[in-house]
């Protein structure tokens, strides 16, 4: 696998996740098996804040980018939203 590959997904559910959320406020997933990765990120997200970050990062991008060079046709990457809770999965396929 390619390094750092998954780091975007972790980083994002720690940076934008409301981390006071309880019981559980981020959880990250992780199956590998012989023919391929399953990655989640789940985090819980907090009520939009006065001064919201700028939009425009480059994390997702960059990783969608990486992943269309590395592992053609062999990746899907979903991003589901909601007002509470943001869930990445990262589906890489070895073959």
């Known amino acids: ?3 750092l590959l998954l ?3 972790a980083e994002n559910a720690f940076k ?11 959880r990250l997933e ?7 990765l399953r990655f ?9 804040p006065a001064d919201p970050l700028p939009a425009g990062g480059l994390g997702l991008a ?7 060079l590395l592992y053609p046709g ?3 990457l979903a991003v589901q939203a909601s007002p ?6 990262l589906h890489l396929r070895w073959a």
């Open 62 to 68: 960059n990783l969608r980018r990486r992943l269309a």
């Open 74 to 76: 062999r990746h899907t």
């Open 7 to 9: 780091l975007p997904l």
């Open 30 to 36: 992780l199956e590998a098996t012989a023919a391929g």
């Open 16 to 26: 934008h996740g409301d981390l006071a959320a309880r019981p559980t406020a981020v």
């Open 1 to 3: 696998m390619a390094p």
């Open 40 to 48: 989640v990120a789940h985090n819980c997200v907090a009520a939009a």
């Open 84 to 89: 509470t809770e943001h869930t990445v999965t």
